[in-house]
């Protein structure tokens, strides 16, 4: 299948190349966008030259202008230096215990986020421990401990008389003698870098083993985020970034700067005060939104759904003659993946209206996987004519395929529905430049 994509792909890819006044032109506007995106000067200056140096000479794919390709290029690159895949915090297996310190300026989220990160380790069957070191600020602990409480989780706290570094030694200790594995110290920032706050950084790290210190920075520093996260790298090391507050209206420059400057994945960013209000990082979100270009990025995105227009026709023919099959199913699904998630193709498709509820249930990313493996676990036949499927057949596909024959008749189900509601909607399918391969 990728295959016959690609070979599609080049036919369709000799529309001229871009030349350098193209480049040019194109990246001023993506100088601004990133300047404006508050992404340091440095690194703008600096991605801007490697991008020109890339993209003078490349094919110019079809749909696309000259300029339009620039950004499309301009996009990846974001996307690559921002790490192409997500990472996490790296927990040691088992009832070892791992030792979590978040780290940064007074005011970014450190309280919010220990405990927003307690919340999902919890959630993922992990025991962990909230540890309360800002002895500086007495409403720092009570701010911990409601948190924790709000989550049914513990808060190891021993007030504001002890210092930090034997609070998070008997922590650990707590720790261990619970059974707990791992353990969450919450520190006090400075409103500025300050030696004192660094040199009471490293004595917790020193004295409890620290495994992952955690950054966290606010969106809305800008620029200064970089200054923070180098300041805080070379002093006392860190091994991953979390950006909060990035609900504000903020493009999040911050994210690019710090990647680029000190290379240190960012985990998690902070989309809001709730405690759920905590999502992984996800680089092409990211670079769209540093970009700031959505109108733009949606026609490269409409361009590239074009150049599979002749599997389109394809495609809507055998809707047409409902011999719509689960393989067309999966092939329409990885390709909306590909065009960059789901949602983001629905929001493009136009008089979806009251129907977009009820597609997005059905094309839901997250169990793509499973889909996949039904499918997989089908023959051909019972693939291109899913009348066949009777329960024996379910059963087996269930079998097949790791889930149980009720998620095999839901999926069924709605298929029938998905193929149903495809012909009811010929005008998604037909006409017009820009409509969208392969769904
Ligand atoms: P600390 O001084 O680093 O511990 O920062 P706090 O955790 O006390 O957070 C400072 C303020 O920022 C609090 O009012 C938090 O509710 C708020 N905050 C933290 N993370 C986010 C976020 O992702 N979005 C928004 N809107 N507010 C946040
Ligand atoms: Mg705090």
Same mark, same amino acid.
């Given at each position: 299948?990728?295959?016959?994509?690609?070979? =599609?792909?080049?036919?369709?890819?000799?529309?001229?190349?871009?030349?350098?006044?193209?480049?040019?032109?194109?990246?001023?506007?993506? @100088?601004?966008?990133?300047?404006?995106?508050?992404?340091?000067?440095?690194?703008?200056?600096?991605?801007?030259?490697?991008?020109?140096?890339?993209?003078?000479?490349?094919?110019?794919?079809?749909?696309?202008?000259?300029?339009?390709?620039?950004?499309?290029?301009?996009?990846?690159?974001?996307?690559?230096?921002?790490?192409?895949?997500?990472?996490?915090?790296?927990?040691?297996? $088992?009832?070892?215990?791992?030792?979590?310190?978040?780290?940064?300026?007074? $005011?970014?989220?450190?309280?919010?986020?220990?405990?927003?990160?307690?919340?999902?380790?919890?959630?993922?069957?992990?025991?962990?421990?909230?540890?309360?070191?800002?002895?500086?600020?007495?409403?720092?602990?009570?701010?911990?401990?409601?948190?924790?409480?709000?989550? &049914?989780?513990?808060?190891?706290?021993?007030?504001? @008389?002890?210092?930090?570094?034997?609070?998070?030694?008997?922590?650990?200790?707590?720790?261990?003698?619970?059974?707990?594995?791992?353990?969450?110290?919450?520190?006090?920032?400075?409103?500025?870098?300050?030696?004192?706050?660094?040199?009471?950084?490293?004595?917790?790290?020193?004295?409890?083993?620290?495994?992952?210190?955690?950054?966290?920075?606010?969106?809305?520093? &800008?620029?200064?985020?970089?200054? =923070?996260?180098?300041? !805080?790298?070379?002093?006392? $090391?860190?091994?991953?970034?979390?950006?909060?507050?990035?609900?504000?209206?903020?493009?999040?420059?911050?994210?690019?700067?710090?990647?680029?400057?000190?290379? @240190?994945?960012?985990?998690? =960013?902070?989309?809001?005060?709730?405690?759920?209000?905590?999502?992984?990082?996800?680089?092409?979100?990211?670079?769209?939104?540093?970009?700031?270009?959505?109108?733009?990025?949606?026609?490269?995105?409409?361009?590239?759904?074009?150049?599979?227009?002749?599997?389109?026709?394809?495609?809507?023919?055998?809707?047409?003659?409902?011999?719509? %099959? !689960?393989?067309?199913?999966?092939?329409?699904?990885?390709?909306?993946?590909?065009?960059?998630?789901?949602?983001?193709?629905? $929001?493009?498709?136009?008089?979806?209206?009251?129907?977009?509820?009820?597609?997005? %249930?059905?094309?839901?990313?997250?169990?793509?996987?499973?889909?996949?493996?039904?499918?997989?676990?089908?023959?051909?036949?019972?693939?291109?004519?899913?009348?066949?499927?009777?329960?024996?057949?379910?059963?087996?596909?269930?079998?097949?395929? %790791?889930?149980?024959?009720?998620?095999?008749?839901?999926?069924?189900?709605?298929?029938?529905?998905?193929?149903?509601?495809?012909?009811?909607?010929?005008?998604?399918?037909?006409?017009?430049?820009?409509?969208?391969?392969?769904?």
């Amino acid at each position: 299948l990728t295959e016959k994509l690609q070979n =599609v792909f080049k036919k369709l890819r000799s529309k001229g190349r871009l030349t350098e006044s193209d480049v040019k032109s194109a990246l001023k506007e993506v @100088k601004m966008a990133l300047l404006e995106a508050d992404v340091s000067f440095k690194v703008v200056k600096q991605f801007i030259n490697s991008v020109q140096e890339q993209a003078v000479g490349q094919d110019v794919m079809n749909g696309l202008n000259p300029g339009q390709m620039v950004i499309k290029i301009v996009n990846d690159e974001l996307v690559k230096l921002m790490g192409s895949e997500t990472t996490e915090i790296t927990l040691k297996q $088992g009832n070892e215990i791992t030792v979590v310190m978040m780290v940064g300026l007074q $005011g970014a989220g450190k309280t919010t986020t220990a405990a927003k990160i307690a919340g999902k380790l919890k959630a993922k069957g992990r025991k962990p421990l909230l540890v309360a070191c800002d002895v500086y600020r007495p409403a720092a602990i009570t701010q911990l401990q409601v948190n924790g409480e709000k989550q &049914g989780i513990e808060v190891f706290a021993m007030g504001d @008389k002890k210092k930090p570094v034997d609070i998070a030694k008997a922590a650990v200790e707590h720790a261990r003698g619970q059974g707990m594995n791992v353990v969450i110290v919450d520190t006090a920032g400075r409103l500025h870098i300050d030696e004192d706050m660094m040199q009471e950084l490293i004595a917790i790290r020193e004295a409890v083993h620290v495994d992952q210190s955690l950054l966290v920075v606010d969106a809305m520093t &800008g620029q200064d985020a970089v200054n =923070v996260a180098e300041t !805080f790298n070379e002093k006392v $090391g860190i091994d991953g970034v979390v950006l909060t507050k990035l609900d504000g209206d903020t493009r999040g420059g911050a994210a690019l700067s710090i990647k680029a400057i000190c290379g @240190k994945p960012i985990f998690y =960013v902070g989309m809001g005060e709730k405690l759920s209000d905590l999502e992984q990082f996800y680089p092409d979100r990211m670079a769209s939104r540093i970009l700031g270009m959505g109108d733009v990025m949606s026609l490269i995105e409409k361009a590239q759904a074009n150049l599979d227009e002749s599997k389109a026709k394809e495609m809507e023919q055998k809707m047409r003659k409902a011999q719509f %099959g !689960f393989d067309d199913y999966l092939e329409s699904m990885n390709q909306m993946k590909k065009m960059g998630g789901i949602s983001s193709v629905l $929001g493009m498709m136009p008089g979806l209206g009251g129907k977009m509820k009820d597609l997005e %249930g059905m094309v839901d990313e997250k169990d793509l996987a499973r889909k996949e493996a039904m499918i997989y676990s089908m023959t051909p036949a019972e693939r291109s004519n899913p009348d066949l499927l009777n329960p024996s057949r379910k059963n087996r596909i269930a079998k097949g395929a %790791g889930v149980t024959v009720a998620e095999v008749n839901r999926f069924v189900k709605q298929f029938e529905q998905t193929r149903k509601m495809m012909k009811q909607m010929p005008g998604m399918m037909k006409g017009k430049k820009g409509k969208l391969g392969g769904f």
